[in-house]
């Protein structure tokens, strides 16, 4: 019993063979297979010697190694493998000067849209994306319709005699991957020539032949490589360019001067007559010479949009502003007075100015007497570029000190609409507090002293914060104070008319809550009216408390004062009501804003009106200016570092 064995070939399938002794079954042709360690020549003559000694008339012929006898069997596989690869080699070949024909002419027919494309803004790196992407998408639709194929022709020889089966998807997958890349590069020779053409020329489709065009790239790629021609480029040295234009600068007084000094030092330096700054000092702003505020061109300006795309000047000449104005008349006649505004500069050359990836300005220059002086203005536009980005912060420093000004002043101007001095008459004690959150604020508290001892008692709370809630504030105490003045008719009537002027006078995107009380000194009563506003707390002191049970302020009563009505401001028309409560000896109001019940500590928990209750059931036996303090002090205690969210506002009034 012997292995399997493949006499007919390594590609044959094995099949049952009986082995007979050649004493048995003679043979006039035989082969010998002999194992050794000898090498192949030394076997050979031992093997010659061997059958000689024998038989001396018998010869001996195809002496070789196993490896060479299966080298034999699998030549005709290996021609016929060699062929296919030729033959596949030849139609990848094809195929890749088939896409490079038709992106070639695609391109061709696209090259005015390429142009408009790069004149509208886009750069060289968009126009490749473009051409490389249609390169790939014919790539990619070729390579999904043969798998396809491949699938369908496997599925049809594996039914057929030939029994193919195809196991392994990495060889497709490897062709594909060779196909997409050979497609890409293929694609990258017409796109980089699409990238390199200038708008104007795309544009206008004047190409010539595709050998000048070729010509014209490769002369562009080997200026740009060049030693001596980049040195030849320089023109004007750069150092001490750059060092004139910084001692210019460093003479002037203020910022324009500065960039007026600069400019002129580029003038006499290139030897040119006209160099223009047009700066955009704030973004979305136009572009403005910095000699001339009435020379400007807008901030999505058409040659704005061309100099993104490039990474040197751009040269105006006539023949291109003709070109512009041309398309500019036939797709957008916005442009028209942009590119007249730079017909009347006789600029021939326009350099970005850059801050960062955005376009700051743009140096205009006319005919200079210098010449390859093209490069050395990227470090003038760059110094060109720090003193405006510069000129941009001092002008934010300066705008922020302005506010911050205002801002001062409107805050001490704030301050005078509240009461000046704590309020006490013979039967009350009136103290209040007001912390904005943002330097001014929206919250108002008020005392009004209304003659025949009657005192007024006022907080309100407008939406909001800043300066526009401190505008609603002040419209608020206007009112409220014009119609205290009267002296007659309900509180509940004050309010409606205070809802009515405030909807007049701001609409009903602003709106404020309210709270208003008189107290009669004589009749002991107090009157009040609640706009919306959080319930004011009134805790009943020791005047409340009778001989048979003692007072005990810490379990004392405290009432909340809801009645009322909504927010004054909101509604054009609306209804009140009012209220009257008694007051006696050790009474204590509290009056208080929402950013006092909600001020938050460092763990954003809210203060709360339960803590409020008590901090007042606290404090009520204390004086009315040492219960203000006290509660300020507990309120910033609970806060600590926490941020002021909202203003935060209260008002406390004690019976004597």
């Not at 490749?128 to 070729?142: E, I, K, Y």
């Not at 600068?249 to 960039?259: K, L, M, N, T, V």
């Not at 009257?580 to 709360?608: C, K, T, W």
Request: contains cysteine; aromatic residues 8%; proline residues 4%.
């Amino acid at each position: 019993m012997v292995g399997d064995v493949r006499n007919f070939g390594l590609d044959s399938l094995t099949h049952p063979e009986f082995y007979f002794s050649y004493r048995a079954v003679p043979s006039a042709n035989m082969q010998w297979a002999i194992r050794s360690n000898l090498d192949e020549a030394k076997l050979t003559r031992e093997l010659r010697q061997a059958v000689a000694s024998i038989d001396p008339d018998q010869t001996i012929y195809s002496v070789g190694t196993m490896r060479q006898a299966i080298s034999d069997s699998l030549s005709t596989e290996r021609l016929q493998s060699v062929l296919l690869g030729f033959f596949a080699v030849a139609a990848l070949v094809l195929s890749v000067i088939g896409v490079y024909g038709v992106v070639s002419y695609t391109v061709r027919q696209r090259t005015t849209e390429m142009g408009t494309r790069m004149a509208l803004g886009a750069d060289s790196r968009s126009v490749l994306r473009l051409v490389m992407g249609d390169g790939l998408r014919m790539s990619g639709v070729g390579t999904a319709v043969g798998a396809v194929a491949l699938f369908l022709l496997a599925k049809a020889l594996a039914r057929t005699a030939f029994h193919m089966q195809f196991n392994d998807v990495w060889p497709f997958a490897f062709a594909a991957l060779v196909i997409g890349s050979l497609t890409l590069a293929a694609s990258w020779f017409p796109a980089w020539r699409a990238a390199g053409l200038p708008p104007m020329i795309a544009i206008r489709n004047d190409l010539g032949s595709g050998w000048q065009e070729s010509k014209l790239h490769y002369r562009q790629l080997w200026e740009r490589a060049s030693p001596e021609r980049a040195m030849q480029d320089l023109g004007v040295e750069q150092a001490a360019l750059l060092s004139s234009m910084v001692a210019a600068g460093r003479d002037a007084e203020s910022f324009p001067q500065a960039i007026a000094a600069a400019l002129q030092t580029l003038r006499e330096t290139l030897g040119t007559d006209k160099a223009v700054l047009l700066a955009q000092l704030a973004n979305d702003q136009p572009y403005r010479a910095t000699e001339d505020a009435l020379v400007a061109i807008p901030a999505d300006a058409f040659l704005v949009r061309r100099l993104k795309g490039l990474s040197s000047p751009l040269p105006l000449s006539g023949e291109e502003l003709d070109a512009w104005e041309h398309w500019a008349r036939e797709n957008d006649t916005v442009r028209l007075a942009e590119i007249a505004t730079l017909r009347t500069l006789h600029a021939e050359l326009a350099v970005p100015v850059f801050s960062k990836n955005s376009i700051i300005g743009v140096l205009l220059l006319g005919k200079t007497a210098q010449q390859g002086y093209a490069r050395s203005l990227a470090p003038a536009a760059a110094q060109l570029g720090l003193m405006l980005e510069n000129g941009r912060l001092t002008g934010r420093i300066v705008e922020q000190e302005r506010l911050r000004r205002e801002l001062l002043l409107a805050t001490e101007v704030q301050k005078r609409l509240f009461p000046q001095a704590w309020t006490q008459t013979s039967s009350i004690e009136l103290a209040g507090m007001c912390m904005p959150a943002r330097g001014v604020g929206g919250d108002y508290y008020d005392f009004l002293d209304l003659g025949s001892r009657q005192v007024g008692v006022a907080l309100a709370d407008v939406a909001g914060k800043g300066i526009a809630a401190a505008l609603i504030m002040s419209i608020v105490q206007a009112s409220l104070r014009s119609l205290t003045e009267m002296r007659n008719g309900s509180l509940a009537e004050l309010a409606a008319k205070m809802n009515r002027l405030l909807h007049r006078s701001t609409g009903s995107n602003s709106y404020a809550t309210f709270f208003y009380a008189q107290v009669d000194e004589e009749k002991r009563e107090l009157r009040y009216v609640n706009a919306g506003h959080n319930p004011p707390m009134l805790f009943r002191g020791a005047g409340w408390s009778t001989n048979h049970v003692p007072f005990v302020a810490s379990v004392a009563p405290v009432e909340e004062l809801a009645t009322g009505g909504t927010i004054i401001g909101m509604f054009a028309q609306a209804s009140y009501e009012e209220a009257r409560i008694e007051l006696r000896s050790g009474d204590v109001l509290m009056l208080f804003s929402d950013g006092v019940s909600e001020a938050h500590n460092p763990a954003e928990e809210e203060f709360g009106e339960e803590r409020l209750r008590e901090l007042l059931r606290k404090v009520a036996e204390l004086p009315v200016n040492e219960m203000c303090t006290a509660v300020m002090q507990e309120l910033k205690k609970w806060m600590l570092d926490a941020p002021q969210h909202d203003d935060l506002t209260y008002v406390l009034m004690k019976v004597l």
